[in-house]
């Protein structure tokens, strides 16, 4: 099993944008699932023809997701289904690193609203996404 080690570093002396003490480090490690970091190509370019990027029922609760839209001009837009629908837009050069809370229903209610898959879809055909997710 492979390890991410993420490093976040916040400041700003020069222009002092904040009166409180920035946050100037954040070192966190995280176990890679799902094979690590993958890039692919986003053909679909509506909601109605969406891909499903990542299934719930393959993720614990709390996985991190890691988005990055590698494409110079080409926006993604990523939608959580379920009871309340959730949207991430990444214009080109933008990444996401965040919480996402995967459930997945039981058996026999298998398509319940409460069943968050992720989905993408891009403004144009050989859109590049490059993805992973992290316990």
């Known amino acids: 099993m492979a390890t991410l080690k993420t490093i976040l570093g916040i400041g700003s002396e020069e222009y002092q944008v904040t009166s409180g003490k ?4 954040l ?8 094979g690590g970091i993958v890039t692919t190509e986003i053909d679909a370019t509506t909601e109605g023809t969406a ?3 990542l299934s719930a029922c393959t993720h614990a609760l709390g996985t991190k997701v890691y988005l990055r839209n590698l494409h110079a ?18 214009t080109p050069g933008q990444f ?4 996402w809370t995967a459930t997945c229903p039981e058996p026999e209610d298998e398509d319940h609203a409460t069943n968050l898959h992720m989905f993408v ?3 144009a055909v050989d859109t590049t996404l490059e993805y992973g997710t992290f316990i």
Do not use: M, Q, R
């Not at 920035?22 to 480090?25: A, E």
């Not at 070192?27 to 799902?34: I, L, R």
């Open 51 to 53: 891909v499903k990027l």
């Open 22 to 25: 920035l946050l100037t480090s």
């Open 73 to 90: 001009t080409n926006t993604l837009k990523f939608k959580c289904t379920g009871g309340t629908n959730y949207e991430i837009v990444l």
């Open 96 to 99: 996401a690193f965040f919480p």
């Open 121 to 123: 879809f891009a403004s």
């Open 27 to 34: 070192t966190k490690d995280y176990t890679v699932t799902e």
